[in-house]
Structures are given as C-alpha cells and as structure tokens.
C-alpha cells in the first residue's frame, strides 16, 4: 500500500480554478491507477476522475467533464487534479485514491485523509 496526502483544498468563488495535489509515500505508486472521488455533506462518496498507472489513460464522471483534469508525475509520486469552472455542487471533501482503474471505490485499497473544497455563488 501507499500512504497519500492530499492538498490545495480551499474555498473560492464560482468560477475559479483550483489545482489539488495528492502526494504519495512509497516506491510503488507508479504501479497504482489513481482516483479521485469526493463527498459532498448528506451525500455518499462518489467517482470523480481516474487515471492508469503509466499509460495515463482517463475516466471522467460526466459532471465535472471538461472542467477538471487528472494528471500524474510518477517521478514526483503526485497525482494531481485540475479544476477549473467550479461550481457550488463542486463543494465537498475530495479524496485521492490508490488502486485498480476503476470508478468504484472498492477497487481502491489506500486513500488519503481528503481535502475540503468549498464554492460558493
């Protein structure tokens, strides 16, 4: 497993752009296809973006399709996640993961401790 630490969580206006980081421990993290998901309050956790371990195909939920992008620098052990165009329903804890290419949260075995982005109108 790897340990992962995300940051860049803030809270901004609709319409900015936030760039979020998740920093991996470890010598295996080029091995692990990495997500996002995130949490909105009252909601369960749900899919946001994918991304394969070294081909750097991605997946996207159609919501946020257009406006984030996930990216990865193996030789930093960072995944990283674009978002640009924010809206209020953006609002949440967002999680990176590490595991499986996949959108479900069962096909990840590490995650991080999440970081709170918060849109307001």
């Known amino acids: 497993q790897v340990q992962l630490v995300e940051s860049g969580g803030e809270s901004v206006q609709a319409g900015a752009s936030l760039r979020l980081s998740c920093l991996a421990s470890g010598r295996t993290f080029s091995q692990y296809s990495m997500a996002w998901f995130r949490q909105a309050p009252g909601k369960e956790r749900e899919f946001v973006a994918t991304?394969?371990?070294?081909?750097?195909?991605?997946y996207y939920t159609n919501s946020v399709k257009d406006r984030f992008t996930i990216s990865r620098d193996n030789a930093k052990n960072t995944v990283y996640l674009q978002m640009n165009m924010l809206r209020p329903e953006d609002t949440a804890v967002y999680y990176c993961?590490?595991?499986?290419?996949?959108?479900?949260?069962?096909?990840?075995?590490?995650w991080g401790q999440g970081t709170q982005v918060t849109v307001s109108s």
């Open positions: 991304i394969t371990a070294r081909s750097g195909s991605t």
């Open positions: 993961a590490a595991g499986t290419y996949s959108t479900s949260a069962r096909n990840y075995e590490s």
